[in-house]
């Protein structure tokens, strides 16, 4: 406390103050000089009292801060007290919280960065290893030519699938760093729902299922191109999970809240253990296939999200899973785009 500049110097000035008003007293008499040094005397102790009641509440807080710092976040220093130190406390508290939130996020994450690396890891590994073993029997100058076509194809599609998976996750990784700039504006759904379909349109001609797209005559406000690469995601996860034969339908509807765009296939639904998790990335259901990665559908999510709309999934009650994406009204009186 002593080592405190303001208190030597208000200390010295109350000495200095006590000497004048004992002095004044003695000069004016003895009792009178007894009584000034004796209130002099009072009011030393009292203020010295006082700084030391301070400095121990200072201290404290001192030692709060040190224990904070060292990661003890349960701490709670409030008190029940008006006065500038429990306003101190009260804010010191705030700080506290906000930085035990933030320590929890920051575990959050990095658990959830272990666990997405271990996850693209092992998707990396499975295409790359199966690379290496058709590379190794390339190099054999024996092998059949049907062999080599063979061979030659499947490391093809595998390379295809290692673009796919690095192209979505660098697009995932664009929209949890939140750089992605989405454009929304008026678009004519017949339009929206054309560019989503179009890279589908094969593998739903070799499966010999039917699509059957009702775009209602209504505009979407959203981002054409992330929108359409939403839907895109779910379209082929139902495609994949649609029998041959089966059917895939589209709808959309609109009213003053919000419009919807509705997908629904024939397949055998999803299981009730994974509707939770159905949008987690990374996750494969019990009915995934092979070559599932679970990385579409949790794209799906995050571009819709982030646009303010919703996105959810459900079972027909005839059978079939439904996806059901919801964008808000917005802005009605802009036109379409023009394409």
Excluded at 65 to 80: M, P, T
Excluded at 97 to 103: H, K, T
Excluded at 203 to 226: A, Y
């Amino acid at each position: 406390m002593l080592r405190n500049t303001e208190l030597r110097n208000f200390a010295l000035l109350l000495s200095a103050l006590t000497v004048f008003f004992s002095a004044l007293g003695f000069a004016a008499g003895t009792a009178a000089g007894v009584i000034a040094l004796c209130g002099c005397l009072v009011l030393s102790f009292c203020f010295t009292l006082f700084t030391l009641h301070r400095y121990k509440q200072i201290a404290n807080l001192s030692g709060y801060l040190k224990r904070i710092n060292s990661g003890d976040y349960a701490l709670d220093v409030r008190d029940n007290v008006e006065g500038e130190l429990s306003i101190l406390k009260s804010e010191l508290y705030k700080v506290t919280v906000m930085l035990r939130e933030n320590n929890n996020q920051l575990k959050r994450d990095k658990a959830a960065l272990q666990n997405a690396l271990s996850d693209i890891s092992h998707q990396l590994k499975t295409p790359l290893t199966s690379m290496f073993m058709m590379t190794d029997l390339l190099c054999d100058g024996q092998l059949p030519d049907e062999k080599r076509r063979e061979f030659t194809d499947r490391l093809r599609l595998q390379l295809e699938r290692i673009q796919w998976l690095v192209s979505s996750l660098l697009k995932l990784s664009r929209l949890d760093a939140k750089t992605v700039s989405f454009k929304p504006a008026a678009v004519s759904a017949k339009t929206l729902l054309s560019k989503a379909c179009a890279p589908l349109l094969i593998p739903i001609e070799i499966k010999n299922q039917s699509l059957k797209i009702d775009d209602g005559g209504i505009t979407v406000f959203c981002d054409e191109n992330w929108t359409a690469e939403a839907l895109v995601n779910i379209l082929k996860n139902c495609v994949e999970h649609t029998p041959e034969g089966g059917g895939l339908t589209v709808t959309c509807t609109s009213n003053p809240m919000f419009t919807q765009i509705t997908v629904k296939d024939s397949g055998p639904g999803i299981s009730p253990d994974d509707l939770p998790h159905i949008f987690s990335r990374f996750y494969r259901g019990k009915n995934a296939s092979a070559d599932s990665v679970g990385i579409g559908l949790a794209m799906a999510y995050a571009i819709v999200t982030e646009q303010g709309g919703s996105i959810d999934a459900s079972n027909h009650p005839q059978g079939g899973s439904v996806f059901t994406l919801r964008f808000p009204q917005a802005h009605r009186s802009a036109a379409p785009s023009v394409q």
